[in-house]
C-alpha cells in the first residue's frame, strides 16, 4: 500500500488545481528557523508531523508558531517525538488560516459496493469513524461517468454549503475525481476541508495509491524507504517478507494459512513479529533464500507451517535443510515445523534426516513454537 505522506498528497492536490494553504518541508530547526525569518513560510504557522498515522491534531503533532524562534522550538519538539511508534523526519510547515468550519470529503473504493463512493460530512476535522453514521453522505460513483454535476450538488448540501462555497466545492470535487482516477488511487480524502472566508482550502491531505498500479507510477519508488533493510532485500528477491516487533518468525504458505498462523501463535501466548509467506513456489532454492533471510531477522524460534499443494513439502524440506547449514552457528534457531498436504511423507523425512521433527497438530505445534522463543530469551 503506497500511503503518501500529507505534503506528498497536497502537491498532487496543487496539481488538480484544489486550493491548499502554501508550505514547505523542513528536516531540522535551523531549517525551519531560517525558512519563516526569510519568508519562505508566512507567519503565523502551523507545524505539522509527516507522519502516516492520523490524529496528529490531538497527538500534539500539529503546532502553531508566530515568530522564527517558535517554529524552530515547534519543528524541534515535533521531531523529537515518535508518533504511534513513527519516527519523524519530516516537518510540514504551512500558512496558518483562520478556520470557520470543518468538513469532510473523501473519495474511497467501496470493496463490497465494487464501486467509488463520494463521502461527504459536515463534521470533518475529527476522525470519521467516531462521527454518527446518519451524518455521513454517501454517493456510489459510476466508474466510467464520472462524478456527475447533481451527485457534487448533492455533496454541496450535505455538507451545508450554498452559494459561493457551494461553488467552490463543485470543481475541488471534480478535481477530487480525477486525481482518484488519474493517479489510481484506492484512498482520497480531505479531513478537513476548511471553511476560510468563503472559500474552501484543503488543510490535510490523505491519499492512497493502489498497490496494483504501483508499476505505473515509478515516481513513489523512493517512498517505498519505509521497509526495513530485510524487507527491503524480500522485495527485489520477491519473497513476501514483513518485520513486526514480536520475537517468533512464521513461515507459511498462502495469506490465509499466514494470517490463521500469526492468530494461533498469539492465541497461546507468542509474539509472532517476523512473517514469510512461501506463495506457490516448487523451487527449493526460493525456499533457502527465504529462509537464509529470515534467519538474519534474528527470530528467537521460527515456526514452520506448511500447507503442500503446488507448493510441495518435499521442496519446502529440501530447501530448508539445504539454508540451516549455511546460518552461522551464532544466529541458529528452534525450529518447529508442521508440514501437511502434497508431498508430505517425504517432506517430513527429509526434515527427520536433519534433525527436525514436524509435529502433525496444530495446536501442539503452535505451542512448542511460544515456548521455544520463550526459552530462547
Ligand atoms: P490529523 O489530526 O492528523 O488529521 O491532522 P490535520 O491536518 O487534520 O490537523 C488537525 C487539526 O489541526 C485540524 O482539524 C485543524 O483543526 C487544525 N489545523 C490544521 N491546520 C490549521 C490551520 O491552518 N489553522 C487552524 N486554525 N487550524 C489548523
Ligand atoms: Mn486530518
Same mark, same amino acid.
Given at each position: 500500500?503506497?500511503?503518501?505522506?500529507?505534503?506528498?498528497?497536497?502537491?498532487?492536490?496543487?496539481?488538480?488545481?484544489?486550493?491548499?494553504?502554501?508550505?514547505?518541508?523542513?528536516?531540522?530547526?535551523?531549517?525551519?528557523?531560517?525558512?519563516?525569518?526569510?519568508?519562505?513560510?508566512?507567519?503565523?504557522?502551523?507545524?505539522?508531523?509527516?507522519?502516516?498515522?492520523?490524529?496528529?491534531?490531538?497527538?500534539?503533532?500539529?503546532?502553531?508558531?508566530?515568530?522564527?524562534?517558535?517554529?524552530?522550538?515547534?519543528?524541534?519538539?515535533?521531531?523529537?517525538?515518535?508518533?504511534?511508534?513513527?519516527?519523524?523526519?519530516?516537518?510540514?510547515?504551512?500558512?496558518?488560516?483562520?478556520?470557520?468550519?470543518?468538513?469532510?470529503?473523501?473519495?474511497? /473504493?467501496?470493496?463490497?459496493?465494487?464501486?467509488?463512493?463520494?463521502?461527504?460530512?459536515?463534521?470533518?476535522?475529527?476522525?470519521?469513524?467516531?462521527?454518527?453514521?446518519?451524518?455521513?453522505?454517501?454517493?456510489?460513483?459510476?466508474?466510467?461517468?464520472?462524478?456527475?454535476?447533481?451527485?457534487?450538488?448533492?455533496?454541496?448540501?450535505?455538507?451545508?454549503?450554498?452559494?459561493?462555497?457551494?461553488?467552490?466545492?463543485?470543481?475541488?470535487?471534480?478535481?477530487?475525481?480525477?486525481?482518484?482516477?488519474?493517479?489510481?488511487?484506492?484512498?482520497?480524502?480531505?479531513?478537513?476541508?476548511?471553511?476560510?472566508?468563503?472559500?474552501?482550502?484543503?488543510?490535510?491531505?490523505?491519499? !492512497?495509491?493502489?498497490?496494483?498500479?504501483?508499476?505505473?507510477?515509478?515516481?513513489?519508488?523512493?517512498?517505498?524507504?519505509?521497509?526495513?533493510?530485510?524487507?527491503? /532485500?524480500? =522485495?527485489?528477491?520477491?519473497?513476501?517478507?514483513?518485520?513486526?516487533?514480536?520475537?517468533?518468525?512464521?513461515?507459511?504458505?498462502?495469506?490465509?494459512?499466514?494470517?490463521?498462523?500469526?492468530?494461533?501463535?498469539?492465541?497461546?501466548?507468542?509474539?509472532?513479529?517476523?512473517?514469510?509467506?512461501?506463495?506457490?513456489?516448487?523451487?527449493?532454492?526460493?525456499?533457502?533464500?527465504?529462509?537464509?533471510?529470515?534467519?538474519?531477522?534474528?527470530?528467537?524460534?521460527?515456526?514452520?507451517? !506448511?500447507?503442500?499443494?503446488?507448493? =510441495?513439502?518435499?521442496?519446502?524440506? =529440501?530447501?530448508?535443510?539445504?539454508?540451516?547449514?549455511?546460518?552461522?552457528?551464532?544466529?541458529?534457531?528452534?525450529?518447529?515445523?508442521?508440514? =501437511?498436504?502434497?508431498?508430505?511423507?517425504?517432506?517430513?523425512?527429509?526434515?527427520?534426516?536433519?534433525?527436525?521433527?514436524?509435529?502433525?497438530?496444530?495446536?501442539?505445534?503452535?505451542?512448542?513454537?511460544?515456548?521455544?522463543?520463550?526459552?530462547?530469551?
Amino acid at each position: 500500500m503506497v500511503k503518501l505522506a500529507e505534503w506528498r498528497g497536497k502537491r498532487l492536490f496543487r496539481k488538480y488545481a484544489i486550493p491548499v494553504p502554501s508550505g514547505i518541508v523542513v528536516r531540522s530547526p535551523g531549517d525551519a528557523f531560517s525558512a519563516a525569518r526569510d519568508g519562505a513560510v508566512p507567519l503565523p504557522c502551523v507545524a505539522k508531523a509527516q507522519v502516516l498515522a492520523g490524529g496528529r491534531g490531538t497527538g500534539g503533532a500539529v503546532r502553531f508558531a508566530s515568530t522564527p524562534e517558535e517554529v524552530r522550538d515547534a519543528v524541534a519538539a515535533i521531531l523529537g517525538m515518535e508518533f504511534k511508534d513513527e519516527k519523524v523526519r519530516e516537518v510540514l510547515l504551512e500558512q496558518k488560516v483562520a478556520i470557520g468550519r470543518e468538513l469532510y470529503v473523501a473519495i474511497a /473504493l467501496d470493496r463490497s459496493l465494487r464501486l467509488p463512493i463520494l463521502i461527504a460530512s459536515s463534521s470533518g476535522g475529527v476522525e470519521i469513524e467516531s462521527v454518527a453514521d446518519g451524518s455521513i453522505d454517501r454517493q456510489p460513483i459510476h466508474p466510467f461517468a464520472g462524478l456527475a454535476a447533481y451527485e457534487r450538488r448533492r455533496a454541496a448540501r450535505a455538507l451545508g454549503l450554498s452559494g459561493p462555497l457551494a461553488a467552490s466545492l463543485d470543481p475541488i470535487l471534480s478535481a477530487l475525481w480525477s486525481l482518484f482516477v488519474r493517479e489510481d488511487a484506492e484512498l482520497v480524502e480531505i479531513n478537513p476541508l476548511a471553511v476560510v472566508g468563503d472559500r474552501l482550502v484543503a488543510l490535510d491531505a490523505k491519499v !492512497i495509491i493502489e498497490d496494483d498500479a504501483g508499476f505505473r507510477h515509478p515516481e513513489y519508488a523512493e517512498i517505498l524507504d519505509d521497509r526495513t533493510p530485510l524487507e527491503e /532485500l524480500a =522485495r527485489e528477491k520477491e519473497i513476501a517478507f514483513v518485520q513486526l516487533d514480536g520475537n517468533i518468525g512464521v513461515i507459511a504458505n498462502g495469506a490465509g494459512l499466514t494470517m490463521a498462523t500469526l492468530d494461533v501463535l498469539q492465541e497461546f501466548g507468542g509474539r509472532p513479529g517476523i512473517f514469510l509467506d512461501l506463495g506457490g513456489t516448487d523451487d527449493p532454492k526460493k525456499v533457502s533464500e527465504a529462509f537464509l533471510l529470515m534467519a538474519r531477522a534474528k527470530p528467537a524460534a521460527v515456526f514452520l507451517n !506448511i500447507f503442500g499443494g503446488v507448493t =510441495r513439502c518435499d521442496t519446502v524440506a =529440501r530447501g530448508l535443510v539445504a539454508a540451516m547449514h549455511e546460518v552461522p552457528a551464532a544466529d541458529r534457531f528452534p525450529l518447529i515445523a508442521r508440514i =501437511r498436504g502434497n508431498n508430505e511423507t517425504e517432506g517430513v523425512e527429509i526434515l527427520r534426516a536433519a534433525g527436525v521433527s514436524s509435529v502433525p497438530d496444530l495446536k501442539s505445534s503452535a505451542q512448542a513454537a511460544v515456548a521455544a522463543a520463550a526459552g530462547a530469551r
